[in-house]
T-cell receptor, first 113, second 113 residues
Framework: SAVISQKPSRDICQRGTSLTIQCQVD?????MFWYRQQPGQSLTLIAT?????????ESGFVIDKFPISRPNLTFSTLTVSNMSPEDSSIYLC??????????FGPGTRLTVL | GEDVEQSLFLSVREGDSSVINCTYT??????LYWYKQEPGAGLQLLTY?????DMKQDQRLTVLLNKKDKHLSLRIADTQTGDSAIYFC?????????????FGKGTRLHILP
C-alpha cells in the first residue's frame, strides 16, 4: 500500500484568500488525482496531475481557481484560490497503484468563512 | 453519462449481515470498488472486483456483481460496531489503470445494539 500524507489536515480561511494543499507520496507515481468531497456528497474529481505537464481538469474546474503543481513524482500541490464558503470541502489527493487500486491521502478539511 | 447510485442509509443489528447495494450505468466498467470511510478518516479500499467476475469473497466481505443488471452488492457478515462507516461504491470505466474513478454518494451504515 502507498503512504500518502497531506498538509494541512484542516484549515479555516477567510473569504477571498487562497490555500495551498500539499500531497506527499512515499514512492514515485506517474499520476496523482485531486478530489473534492463536499458535505453530504461523494467524491468529485477535480483534476489529474502528471509530472512535467499541466494538470488535466474535469468539467466545472478551471486552472485559475485550482492551480496544481507537480514538480516531481512524489509530490503535488493544489491551491484553492479566491475562496468562498462554497469551497468548504474535504480535499483529497489519491494515487493509482497496482491492480487498479486507488489510495487516498487523509484529506484536508477546509472551512471558508 | 457515467453514474453510480446507492442508498444513503442502512441500519443493521450487531451480529446480522449487512448488504449494501449499488447500481451503475456504464456498461464498459472494468473494475468496481467498495471503499470505507470512517469518521474523520480518509477512504480505505475494502475490496474490488473485476467485471468478468461475479463474486469475490474476502473474510467477512462478499461482493456480488450482476453485470447484466449493472448491480453490485457488498455483504458484511457478522456486522460489528467497528463496521459503522460510510461505504462508497465506485467504478472505473476503462481498462487503463490510471483512469479516474466514479463514486456513488455513499451508504452510511449504522449498527444497532
Amino acid at each position: 500500500s502507498a503512504v500518502i500524507s497531506q498538509k494541512p489536515s484542516r484549515d479555516i480561511c477567510q473569504r477571498g484568500t487562497s490555500l495551498t494543499i500539499q500531497c506527499q507520496v512515499d514512492s514515485q507515481v506517474t499520476m496523482m488525482f485531486w478530489y473534492r468531497q463536499q458535505p453530504g456528497q461523494s467524491l468529485t474529481l477535480i483534476a489529474t496531475a502528471n509530472q512535467g505537464s499541466e494538470a488535466t481538469y474535469e468539467s466545472g474546474f478551471v486552472i485559475d481557481k485550482f492551480p496544481i503543481s507537480r514538480p516531481n513524482l512524489t509530490f503535488s500541490t493544489l491551491t484553492v484560490s479566491n475562496m468562498s464558503p462554497e469551497d468548504s470541502s474535504i480535499y483529497l489527493c489519491s494515487v493509482p497503484r497496482a491492480d487498479n487500486e486507488q489510495f487516498f491521502g487523509p484529506g484536508t478539511r477546509l472551512t471558508v468563512l | 453519462g457515467e453514474d453510480v447510485e446507492q442508498s444513503l442509509f442502512l441500519s443493521v443489528r450487531e451480529g446480522d449481515s449487512s448488504v449494501i447495494n449499488c447500481t451503475y450505468t456504464d456498461s464498459s466498467s472494468t473494475y468496481l470498488y467498495w471503499y470505507k470511510q470512517e469518521p474523520g478518516a480518509g477512504l480505505q479500499l475494502l475490496t474490488y472486483i473485476f467485471s468478468n467476475m461475479d463474486m469475490k469473497q474476502d473474510q467477512r466481505l462478499t461482493v456480488l456483481l450482476n453485470k447484466k443488471d449493472k448491480h453490485l452488492s457488498l455483504r458484511i457478515a457478522d456486522t460489528q460496531t467497528g463496521d459503522s462507516a460510510i461505504y462508497f461504491c465506485a467504478e472505473t470505466p476503462q481498462v487503463d489503470r490510471d483512469d479516474k474513478i466514479i463514486f456513488g454518494k455513499g451508504t452510511r451504515l449504522h449498527i444497532l445494539p
